[in-house]
């Protein structure tokens, strides 16, 4: 089972991006799929949050900006970014949760640059 972030870029401030994760299996199995962010010299931030019953949550730093959803038959979870600001830069990791035995899976990050 694993996790591949996509859609990463270079964007200019106000702008908008898509990154997406999807799983090489089916994306309910997993109780939870989070994006999470680390930009350089700063630790690793929880940006979004979507519950396998499809509830989401989302960081304060991206609520009115950011939207988590999940597309079943693609198995994917994307992250759609929007007015982006140069805080937004970061690498962009996809994280899940297995149902029942809880194991946990990274993506290997994909890099989102905000810059004029």
């Known amino acids: 089972l694993k996790l591949v972030e996509s859609g990463g870029g270079l964007v200019q401030p106000g702008g908008s991006l898509n990154v997406s994760c999807t799983a090489s299996?089916?994306?309910?199995?997993?109780?939870?799929v989070n994006w999470f962010r680390q930009a350089p010299g700063a630790q690793r931030e929880l940006v979004a949050t979507?519950?396998?019953?499809?509830?989401?949550i989302l960081a304060d730093s991206v609520k009115g900006r950011f939207t988590i959803s999940r597309d079943d038959a693609r198995n994917t979870v994307h992250l759609q970014m929007n007015s982006l600001k140069f805080e937004d830069t970061a690498v962009y990791y996809c994280?899940?949760?297995?149902?029942?035995?809880?194991?946990?899976?990274w993506g290997q990050g994909t890099q989102v640059t905000v810059s004029s």
């Open positions: 979507i519950h396998r019953g499809g509830t989401t």
């Open positions: 994280n899940g949760r297995r149902v029942i035995s809880n194991a946990e899976y």
């Open positions: 299996k089916s994306i309910t199995l997993f109780s939870a």
